[in-house]
């Protein structure tokens, strides 16, 4: 595939103690899968200690407990590490707009900048291909028959997301004419924004 020839990519998830850092919620567990030359590499994933219980209905989700993070490194000891395995790659989330805000905190916890990396979203590359229904990571990972892995765990779904990426990348190259990384960026976040607008489209409907 053209567009992913030397290239060096960094497919990232995370696991959480909630939905928004807004509201004191942070990570529990960060997950790095890399993509090189289009191919899958080196895997790295570690369970972060969160400085706060994790609340049981997020661990009804991920299994992460509190006696499973008492030992982990906390977001500042961590922080480094992570910097240094993503460098200045492109970065592919699915939901960029739920992790991105959680690595935020995470940086920002060991005095580092906010990332400034290309960012590919596959829930924009799904909906520009699929429309804009049943695009989560486990019915894209079905669509497109990928390998089961553990599911909402960090590396499980950082590896779903990778092969997810591969195959998404490869379509909008042949189907779409998108040429670089760059612009595959650019697209996958361009869908999300629109189809984010018509979501939002019904709800605002009835103050009108």
Same mark, same amino acid.
């Given at each position: &595939?053209?567009?992913?020839?030397?290239?060096?990519?960094?497919?990232?998830?995370?696991?959480?103690?909630?939905?928004?850092?807004?509201?004191?919620?942070?990570?529990?567990?960060?997950?790095?899968?890399?993509? #090189?030359?289009?191919?899958?590499?080196?895997?790295?994933?570690?369970?972060?200690?969160?400085?706060? +219980?994790?609340?049981?209905?997020?661990?009804?989700?991920?299994?992460?407990?509190?006696? &499973?993070?008492?030992?982990? +490194?906390?977001?500042?000891?961590?922080? +480094?590490?992570?910097?240094?395995?993503?460098?200045?790659?492109?970065?592919?989330?699915?939901? #960029?707009?739920?992790?991105?805000?959680?690595? =935020?905190?995470?940086?920002?916890?060991?005095?580092?900048? +906010?990332?400034?990396?290309?960012?590919?979203?596959?829930?924009?590359?799904?909906?520009?291909?699929?429309?804009?229904?049943?695009?989560?990571?486990?019915?894209?990972? @079905?669509? $497109?028959? $990928?390998?089961?892995?553990?599911?909402?765990?960090?590396?499980?779904?950082?590896?779903?997301?990778?092969?997810?990426?591969?195959?998404? #990348?490869?379509?909008?190259?042949?189907?779409?004419?998108?040429?670089?990384?760059?612009?595959?960026?650019?697209?996958?976040?361009?869908?999300?924004?629109?189809?984010?607008?018509?979501?939002? =489209?019904? &709800?605002?409907?009835?103050? @009108?």
């Amino acid at each position: &595939m053209s567009l992913l020839a030397d290239t060096r990519i960094a497919v990232l998830d995370t696991e959480t103690t909630g939905f928004d850092p807004a509201e004191g919620h942070v990570l529990v567990e960060v997950a790095r899968v890399e993509i #090189a030359g289009g191919v899958i590499g080196e895997t790295w994933s570690s369970l972060v200690r969160p400085g706060r +219980p994790i609340p049981p209905d997020a661990t009804a989700v991920h299994g992460i407990t509190d006696a &499973m993070v008492a030992s982990a +490194p906390t977001a500042a000891e961590l922080g +480094p590490e992570l910097l240094a395995g993503i460098a200045d790659r492109t970065l592919v989330f699915h939901n #960029a707009a739920f992790d991105l805000p959680f690595l =935020a905190v995470l940086l920002r916890a060991h005095g580092g900048g +906010p990332l400034l990396n290309p960012v590919v979203d596959t829930l924009g590359l799904a909906r520009g291909l699929f429309g804009p229904g049943g695009n989560s990571l486990s019915a894209l990972a @079905r669509r $497109l028959d $990928l390998p089961a892995e553990i599911a909402h765990r960090a590396l499980g779904d950082a590896l779903t997301t990778a092969r997810a990426f591969l195959a998404l #990348a490869e379509r909008w190259e042949r189907e779409r004419g998108v040429g670089t990384l760059f612009e595959l960026a650019a697209a996958s976040q361009d869908v999300v924004r629109r189809t984010a607008r018509r979501n939002a =489209a019904p &709800m605002l409907a009835p103050r @009108r």
